[in-house]
């Protein structure tokens, strides 16, 4: 396209994303209006997409990480042929695959989630990953920042691993237009300011005048052709641009326009042009390779052996057995095991640091390319990317989370380091696999069945060894529960998971020669819970006591209660989990100190049955 042509164009996405706002009586047209010259130059002349084969493995990727400028993006695809006007004018209504910020959920050209600002370059640089070190395929990776997000940390860590990875296919684009939501940025117009910050992370920096759109054409044909460094275009941009009553206005920000059609005629009416989006060259994914033959690790019954150590193993395993098995840590994969996968598929191993949100983003990103990550830290610290993880799953991006440390049984730590809060967290985000092993076996056994599930998935692992208390070819449904003891005698069941399990086992023991019979469930899966069996035990023995390493509120105590939930009758309940604050003690003596050892599940269970003889 000429420069009058481009122009053109850019009219016509400001127009069209003023329309969208209008019709919906809401959205984000302003902050679509200053990135518009820039949205006409990539679609036109640098984007390669091929919109009728929107799965092509050579299309590159395209990120809008300030979702809220969906006007733009839709603006776009109309442009591009791919959406019809009448189309464009639903936006935000119900039904309409137009939502307020894109998602996956409806439309084939969006693969990640955005709206939640800092997470766009982040998934960028775990695209790119793929395509450099794994699919091996020469698309671009575009992101599309506001400056406003740059503010977010999650994009310093993308910004520093994109830098040390040299990922020369990715390019940040980024519309400083100056104005936030409630007034200026931290930076405003300074392009130095953010252009110091990249620098410094080894990127190649263009600052440009982002209405200038010969300066956009050379600042693209510029990253494409950088070698071993990512590009970030800074774009000094104005919000609201082409209508002088909006441009540079405090307010206006997530508003339609106040009066749509003066605004669209003043940027030269509704138009209808049209691009032929180039497109990509042949490719062919490499991808997805499978031996057929998954050899788990055996263990001898009575072998103690940590289900962090089992996780490594047969992680290990399912990647000899498939290719399309990935790995990432952040930097404590001599804790977390995840160093065996590492010794023994480097090629697929992803090193992260300690930058947990990246972490996680990355995983999202190869997820995207079709792999199937597996990422693991500490249980604690995958806190610090729990944004991330609820929009994974509204992404629908399948992606394997191993949580390791966790719970006071680790012991001399401390409490900083205890994965206390996990159970409560993955369990709460839409569509979650939450799973927590108590021997080597079952691990494994869970370890590979994750990789064909569909959303997040979470296994819990512990630090300390446990007996393996199952055979290697015991099966683990998920969703299911395994009963370990029971009898016609049953006066109570204890259900637990992980740790907990061997605890209760034990105090089953100690009860059963006091001559008081338990059953004892190992709920390996705690979402999806067996209510089934829940609900037997229920009717059989009349009470449940809940015992698990973790705080009282969102986990297995939880779980269980809301397997009686549909308004039937309802068991007695209790539960024993961590109420107190840890220090640094043995790990005997924080299961102890909280109450959750086989001592105290015996004293509780003794309490249970004495109160249920008396009424």
Known sequence: MTTSELAQLARQLRVDS?????????????SSMSAADLMAVLLAGHLHYDFDRPDHPGNDRFILSKGHASPLMYAAYKAAGAITDSELLTFRKRDSRLEGHPTPRRLPWVEVATGSLGQGLPIGVGMALSGKRLDRIPYRVWVMCGDSELAEGSVWEAAEHAGYEHLDNLTAVVDVNRLGQRGPTRHAWDLGAYARRFAAF?????????????DVERAFGEAAS??????????????????????????????????????????????????????????????????????????????????????????????????????LDGEVGDSTRTEYFAKEHPERYFECYIAEQQLVAAAVGLAVRGWVPYAATFAAFLTRAHDFIRMAAISG????????????????????????????????????????????????????????LDGVRYLRTSRGDTPVIYGPGEEFPIGGSKVLRSSDADRLTLVAAGVTVHEALTAAEYLDREGIQVRVIDLYSVKPVDRATLREAAERTGCLLTVEDHRPEGGIGDAVAEAFGDGGPVPRLARLAVKTMPGSASPEEQLHAAGIDAESIAAAARLLVEQAVVR
Do not use: F
Request: charged share 20%; with cysteine; hydrophobic share 40%.
């Open 226 to 327: 950088t070698k071993g460094q990512p590009t970030v275009i800074l774009a000094r941009t104005v919000k609201g641009k082409g209508v002088d009553s909006l441009e540079d206005r405090e307010g206006m920000h997530g508003k339609p326009v106040p009066d749509a059609e003066s605004a669209i005629e003043e940027l030269g009416g509704v138009q209808d042009v049209h691009v032929e989006v180039r497109k990509p060259a042949a490719a062919r994914a490499l991808h997805a390779t499978r031996t057929g033959h998954l050899e788990l690790p055996r263990h001898e019954a009575g072998d103690s052996v940590a289900t962090r150590d089992a996780y490594g193993r047969a992680l290990t395993a399912l990647g000899t057995a498939r290719g399309d098995i990935v790995a």
């Open 397 to 452: 991006a399948g992606i394997n989370l191993v949580g390791s440390h966790a719970g006071v049984a680790i012991g001399q730590d401390g409490p900083s380091q205890m994965g206390l809060e996990d159970l409560a967290m993955l369990r709460s985000v839409h569509g979650s696999t939450v799973l927590y092993p108590c021997d080597a076996h079952q691990t494994g056994r869970l370890i590979a069945q994750m990789a064909d």
């Open 202 to 214: 080894g990127w190649h920096v263009v600052e440009i005048d982002g209405h200038d759109l010969d």
């Open 18 to 30: 003023v329309r969208a706002a209008a019709a919906a009586g809401s959205g984000h047209p302003t």
